[in-house]
């Protein structure tokens, strides 16, 4: 027959032992945390009483509630202090010591309101901190939402709220905290406001004791906002501002598509704040400057200024007239050009070597037609610079092209483009009689038609010299 197991018998046995052992542990555990807390605070043990894992400490300095806060071991701790413990706390009286609550007042500004939320330490600073933000929102709307509380952090207060406000008038949006004695500032800046610009201010208005916290801050609009490009010798270099990296990788690459003889060198920064229409006056622009021998653009807000020398004298108005036309109407215009003299005459062989170098940069046509893409206007005027110097030897300019089309309008195509090159340099100054157009459309390849990079390679302007 089945017997029930009784094993409940057995719980007052362990319930005693336990008991047991705890009873032979306790004491050695509270003379081990007696000795800890005594080290602790550097007084006598005598003065320590532990029951458990609560502590009593007779005779100590008020800095020994703090210091036992964070003890192992401690569960509850009280404390009679000491006759000259510098605290409000009666010598007899037995108390744990609160934690103190932040001293916090938060300034946010918004599109049409100043908010102004926590602790200030009197009226007279409510009241002025009301004034100073209502000149730091420059007419906006203030809300007052702060309480008095005298338990201010030590140090010039005042000083540190009108640095505060000073602070949340550079945003445009955004909020700065006063949490103690430690500002932090975010959001968006003001016109020419940066984060490091801003930490600078603040590292000098703020008065001894207080500190900076954290500033995180997005760069505020440039103003005024300048764009400029200057070349001199081989190089063309970018200053000033983009207002993205998609428009500044833009500019970049327009400007190496024009400057095909000088290097291009990229000192822009991202900014906002570009007037309206940006990177439509700046590709003008460049256009302009890169049709120069050597000069300087400067974009200015919605003001554009361009001065240099033109390769040759009938460049210098094509290149003003060609300005005026492409930049947007919202953009005014100021250009001062000279024009470079013809240099000396080339020999034949010289002639040929000038013309063949930069032959290697092909002139870039518009789609399937004969109009002479803009980008390579300042290709162009350095070849008829050169023609010019030139004379009296004769020019062939020959056209080519890829056998992707008829062979008939092939030939044709080839020659309106040669045509539209010889047009250039006979208004650049070149004699109609010694320089001529001809068109080979695909019958001279310089590689098979057998891929889009050959094709490309046989699209071509050559000049021959006879």
Known sequence: MHQPRKWWIGLPVLAVLVFAAAQSLTPQLEADLKARVAARLAIDPAKVAVSGRDVEVSGAPAEALAALRDEPGVRKFSATLQPNSATSVSPARQAEAPPRAPYVLTMTRGESLIALEGKTP????????????????????????????????????????????????????????????????????????????????????????????????????????????????????????????????????????????????????????????????????????????????????????????ARYEGAKAEIENALAERLPTSVKSDARLTARTVGSPLDVNACRAALAELAKTPIIFESDDATISESSAPLVDALAATVLRCQPVPVEVAGHIDSQGIEELDRDRSKRRAQAVVDKFVKAGADSFRVWAIGYGATHPLAPNDSDENRARNRRIEFNLK
């Open 122 to 309: 009197n009226d007279e600073l409510r009241q002025k901190a009301i004034s100073l933000a209502s000149l730091a929102g420059k007419g906006l709307a203030v809300s007052d939402a702060m309480k008095i509380d005298a338990a201010a952090p030590s140090g010039d207060y005042a000083k540190a709220l009108a640095a505060a406000l000073d602070a949340l008038g550079a945003l445009a949006q955004g909020k700065v905290t006063l949490a103690d004695n430690r500002l932090s500032v975010e959001g968006r800046g003001g016109a020419n406001v940066s984060a490091d610009g801003l930490a600078r201010d603040m590292a000098k208005a703020l008065p001894p004791g207080f500190e900076i916290a954290r500033i995180d801050v997005a760069q505020g609009p440039v103003s005024p906002y300048v764009f400029e490009a200057a070349r001199e010798g081989g190089k063309a270099t970018l200053t000033g501002y983009a207002p993205d990296e998609a428009t500044h990788r833009r500019v970049v690459e327009a400007a190496r598509r024009r400057f095909f003889d000088a290097a291009v060198e990229d000192r822009l920064s991202v900014a906002a704040g570009a007037p309206q229409n940006f990177i439509e006056a700046v590709e003008a622009a460049l256009t302009a400057l890169a049709r120069l021998d050597e000069g300087k653009v400067a974009l200015s807000d919605a003001t554009l200024s361009l001065s240099g020398a």
